[in-house]
């Protein structure tokens, strides 16, 4: 079983930053596609950034430049830098991850707050 946990979550000023990680754990024998996605309410899920294990990367186009997604392959762990932070920006982050443990299958952190007010 594959458990993806999520942390680095808070409120913050407008302006700050804050860097959210998430682990995967449990039977892996490949992750392939990692990346973050948000949800806030009253809106459909989106994807904010993503990195395949080769290191590629793409990007929601409101948080090129302020945002950085990079990831530790040894740890199995994907991290979002967010720079610059706007109270747009505030939602509840959600990792996701596509794995091959005793199967293949795509996995979801159980999310975390991110808000951006003053």
């Known amino acids: 079983q594959v458990q993806l946990v999520e942390s680095g979550g808070g409120l913050v000023q407008p302006g700050g930053s804050l860097r959210l990680s998430c682990a995967a754990s449990?039977?892996?024998?490949?992750?392939?596609?990692m990346g973050w996605y948000r949800q806030a309410p009253g809106k459909q899920r989106e994807l904010v950034a993503a990195t395949t294990s080769g290191g590629l990367t793409n990007y929601e186009d409101s948080v090129k430049g302020r945002f950085t997604i990079s990831r530790d392959n040894g740890a199995n762990t994907v991290y979002l830098q967010m720079n610059s932070l706007k109270p747009e920006d505030t939602s509840v982050y959600f990792c996701n991850a596509r794995i091959r443990g005793s199967s293949y299958d795509g996995y979801w952190g159980q999310g975390t707050q991110v808000t951006v007010s003053s």
């Open positions: 449990g039977t892996i024998i490949s992750v392939y596609t």
